[in-house]
């Protein structure tokens, strides 16, 4: 393994909050090939009949996919890390600034409350459990030593997939929801990683 490669930490360009300011366009394809497979498995399983949902229900219901998808793909990115792992830039304005500050990011992602209630008929057991558990998952991870993040983040994502397949009868249409919210917030977004530049 070569441990000699670049890490770059500087970039410049136009404010990019989802691949990061400065990505390559190999790294904006993977993220968009992120983004575009689960709402495609969504329109899919609707084309099929297997969820009966209302107009808006299909709208947010491919917003999560194309946020979710997409984004665990996104926060795997060297530019990615590079932008969300540095201090808030002057030109970093408005909404493109505001992500980068972790209870921002985080106050975004209230999606368990969302699917819970809105696509599984009021149930607010899942909707709190889910809710709960992500945001105390956030915790942990922040609280602990950088040298043990990404082990424990791992762990945290384990312990949610696990319980997502045997303690919950997942919601149809978002069979993949836990363990793509914990890949992409829980062992992606709070593990600070090194940005290795090509």
Known sequence: MDHNKKIRWEYEGKPDY???????TEEKVLGYIGGALLPAL????????????????IIIGLYFALD???????????SCKRYYDTPI???????AGAVKKLPVFIALHVHPLVIGLLFNDMNWAYAFTWYAAFLISVFIVYKTPLYLKRA??????????VASIYLFTPVPGFEWF????????????????EPYDK
Not at 18 to 24: C, D, E, K, L, V
Not at 89 to 95: A, D, I, N, S, T
Request: without cysteine.
């Open 89 to 95: 830039k002057p030109e970093e304005k408005g909404f």
């Open 68 to 78: 979710l998808g997409g984004g665990l793909v996104s926060n795997a990115l060297n």
């Open 42 to 57: 969504m329109i899919f399983q609707l084309a099929m009949g297997h969820m009966q949902w209302n107009i808006v229900q």
């Open 152 to 161: 424990v983040g791992k762990l945290l994502a384990m312990i949610a997939i």
């Open 18 to 24: 989802i691949n990061g300011t400065g990505a390559y």
């Open 178 to 193: 836990i363990p793509v919210l914990f890949m992409k917030i829980i062992t992606g977004h709070m593990i600070p990683e």
